[in-house]
């Protein structure tokens, strides 16, 4: 039996259309596998992939803000600002990404006129994900490239971010991806477990709760179930997606697969409460 029915996989590509995600088997079958979670595999240049990161061990590992629009002259309306604002600051450059809608050239413009051969991507994330970026060219990148935190309590998962920070004369390569708010209907590129800190049903007792009362949890907070995917715990592997399961089922977690719509794991007998109270923990929850 699987201590940690919550570690998901790190590359799921996501589906546009109707139905659930596919690769949802290969999901399911990475959180019941009862090896220790792994590092996610780094990402190569240009590549995008559905990332959902484990609450207890986070793998994004620099940040940068999205703030959007300045105000324009009063019966004009908003203007547009560059798409990033760079300063440099104690040998470092401090970027700020201000249109998180700016093809991504426009970025690597900005970034080659300063000197810094670097990639940003800007892409939908879920809420505990939005503001955040994954380096993904290596431990050089992490070692070199930090981030601001703001000051004051966060809740978002690994830190709340206010800036980049680059080294001045930096020399390598590297290529970022940044999370940012989905449109209505966008397929989400960057996710974790819907329980995650700063996901909607953080510290919300659901686990073991049947389907009905999830799925009432859930349109509290505007969100509907998309699908479902059924796996038995104590099985190592398998499953099967669908559309509907008895509301009598209980729930073993699940993500957000698009604003406003979720993928449930369920089965028809509950979790031992020994799993329920290790998910608790790693989310730093009092209670789940």
């Not at 000197?115 to 800007?122: A, C, T, Y």
């Not at 709340?160 to 449109?183: D, F, M, N, Q, T």
């Not at 059924?230 to 977690?253: H, I, K, L, N």
């Not at 698009?258 to 730093?284: L, Q």
């Amino acid at each position: 039996m699987t201590n940690d029915l919550h570690r998901i996989v790190s590359a799921i590509a996501p589906d546009p259309g109707p139905g659930l995600v596919p690769g949802a088997r290969e999901l399911m079958n990475a959180i019941m596998d009862t090896e220790p979670a792994a590092a996610p595999a780094p990402v190569r240049r240009r590549r995008l992939s559905w990332r959902i990161a484990l609450p207890a061990a986070p793998v994004i590992v620099a940040t940068v803000t999205v703030l959007g629009w300045t105000t324009g002259l009063p019966g004009f309306g908003p203007r547009p600002v560059a798409a990033l604002d760079i300063k440099q600051e104690d040998g470092y450059y401090v970027v700020q990404v201000k249109d998180v809608y700016a093809d991504p050239e426009n970025y690597e413009a900005q970034l080659r006129a300063v000197g810094l051969d670097v990639s940003l991507r800007v892409i939908p994330a879920t809420p505990g994900l939005v503001g955040r970026i994954l380096a993904t060219d290596g431990q050089e990148v992490v070692d070199q490239i930090k981030t601001i935190d703001r000051p004051g309590p966060c809740d978002k998962v690994g830190g709340c971010p206010i800036g980049l920070k680059i080294p001045v004369g930096y020399a390598g390569s590297a290529y970022i991806s940044l999370g940012r708010e989905a449109r209505p209907g966008e397929s989400f590129q960057s996710g974790t477990s819907i329980s995650a800190l700063g996901e909607p049903l953080h510290c919300v007792p659901h686990l073991n709760k049947t389907v009905a009362e999830v799925r009432a949890l859930l349109k509290e907070r505007g969100i509907a179930i998309r699908g479902f995917y059924v796996a038995d715990p104590r099985r190592g592997s398998g499953g099967e997606e669908t559309s509907s399961v008895p509301d009598s089922w209980y729930v073993q977690g699940g993500y957000l697969d698009m604003p406003g719509k979720a993928t449930i794991f369920a089965f028809s007998a509950p979790m031992p409460a020994d799993h329920v109270e290790n998910v608790r923990k790693a989310e730093g929850c009092p209670n789940l």
